[in-house]
């Protein structure tokens, strides 16, 4: 077992912030408290699609999409429209830190990280929903999380969300964040903070929204940051701030099953929901996967998906088979296509209508901004520690996603034999 180096360690994911954003913040109240004496990994590598639920099954497991399985939100049903989001740890093929503290004997805490439903955590508030995300989620969290001590501090924190409607459920988070180190104090904490991702979405990125949620989340930083103080643990434990992906700017609308259906290659039933199908597109919002039920129809789909003027008509950058999706990206699946969009393109799952592409606006989508993209195009996450075990201002310039969870293992003496990703010792004090 590897040498423990640190007491505590608190992740916190703050969705969709780059290290751009981490840059123009770092005079702001909470996040200041990173930049004075803390270690940063400046630009991170994401995963391929750049989706919140890929990302954050790698910053789990320590695992591209290609060894975590989770490289879409949503799972694929082909013969109905319902796409059912990915929540459960078990939905994961590789074991995660979860897992690997739990081995060690160490209590953790998790609080609204994606995929975590059911996992082995002994604080565990998951991210779930019944129906859709703003729809109430109490029983849901109760089902697939830690049911006494949700109940216990529902009380104290139940009346804050509105679904997931933000700011409130940032505050909802701290709340719970909050009650986690107040009633258990584990050594490990992992929790999801989202409020810059959705005004990215509906601001765009260089908004007034964007700065205002920056600015709200410091200051919950700063709260957290406080109380840690005046608990007398804040010494000894070391805080981490990582994100998942950025975002591009969209404004068009891709039906690339319009097309399919056209050419026959889905077929819906009438009346019905259903549909019969040879060849399907599964959005991930900037990218696409394409299926093909058939082998011998993959020569003619990947023809026609590379025509010239097909891919103005859909707003397709590249076509990479899987061979190449898994080479280039990491990514693998049952897929045989995955489309990366041009410019401005969102991708969508709907066959009906005849226009293969249209603006947001006319398809009735209020998005600014959006990812699932190649995670080389606009910019990056980052990665910054600070706390007793970090080495004050190390920097390193380029890191993979998968690193962090390894690095957090590092710092508890955990191990993860099953990790892609490699510590980042250059950021800690006494490197394995």
Request: aromatic content about 10%; charged content about 20%; overall charge negative.
């Amino acid at each position: 077992m590897p040498k423990q180096l640190s007491h505590k360690v608190i992740v916190l994911s703050l969705d969709a912030m780059t290290f751009e954003d981490f840059s123009k913040a770092r005079d702001l109240t909470g996040f200041s408290w990173f930049w004075e004496r803390g270690a940063l990994a400046r630009h991170i590598r994401s995963v391929y699609p750049s989706l919140t639920y890929p990302c954050h099954a790698a910053m789990a497991c320590g695992c591209w999409p290609e060894e975590s399985g989770v490289f879409n939100n949503e799972l694929f049903l082909p013969e109905t429209r319902r796409r059912p989001w990915i929540f459960y740890h078990d939905q994961i093929r590789r074991p995660t830190i979860f897992h690997a503290a739990r081995a060690a004997g160490l209590r953790s805490g998790c609080i609204l990280w994606p995929c975590m439903g059911n996992a082995p955590v002994d604080y565990l508030i998951p991210e779930i929903w019944d129906g859709d995300p703003d729809s109430g989620f109490f029983e849901p969290m109760c089902r697939a999380g830690s049911a006494p001590f949700i109940r216990e501090i529902w009380p104290e924190v139940g009346s804050i969300p509105r679904g997931f409607q933000q700011p409130m459920l940032d505050e909802f988070v701290f709340a719970c964040l909050r009650r986690v180190i107040h009633m258990g104090n584990p050594p490990l904490i992992y929790a999801h903070v989202c409020q810059i991702d959705n005004a990215k979405h509906y601001g765009g990125l260089d908004s007034t929204q964007v700065w205002e949620a920056v600015k709200r989340t410091g200051r919950l930083l700063d709260g957290l940051l406080r109380e840690l103080d005046a608990l007398g643990i804040l010494e000894e434990t070391t805080v981490a701030l990582c994100s998942d992906h950025g975002q591009l700017p969209v404004d068009r609308a891709s039906y690339p099953n319009v097309l399919l259906r056209k050419r026959g290659f889905l077929t819906p039933e009438t009346g019905s929901d259903s549909l019969h199908w040879r060849a399907q597109s599964h959005s991930a919002c900037c990218s696409a996967q394409v299926y093909v039920a058939d082998p011998s129809d993959v020569p003619a789909v990947h023809a026609m998906l590379n025509d010239e003027r097909i891919r103005e008509y859909l707003g397709i950058a590249a076509v990479y088979d899987r061979s190449q999706a898994k080479k280039l990206f990491h990514l693998d699946g049952p897929f045989s296509f995955v489309l990366e969009g041009a410019p401005g393109v969102l991708f969508r799952d709907e066959w009906e209508g005849d226009s293969l592409m249209c603006s947001l606006t006319d398809a009735g989508l209020s998005y600014r901004a959006n990812h699932g993209h190649d995670p080389a195009r606009g910019q990056s996450p980052f990665f910054a520690l600070k706390g007793p075990d970090v080495r004050q201002g190390a920097l390193v310039e380029q890191a993979d996603l998968i690193d962090e969870p390894v690095t957090i293992a590092r710092l508890l003496g955990l191990s993860m034999p099953w990790a892609q990703g490699k510590p980042l010792d250059a950021l800690l004090t006494t490197p394995g």
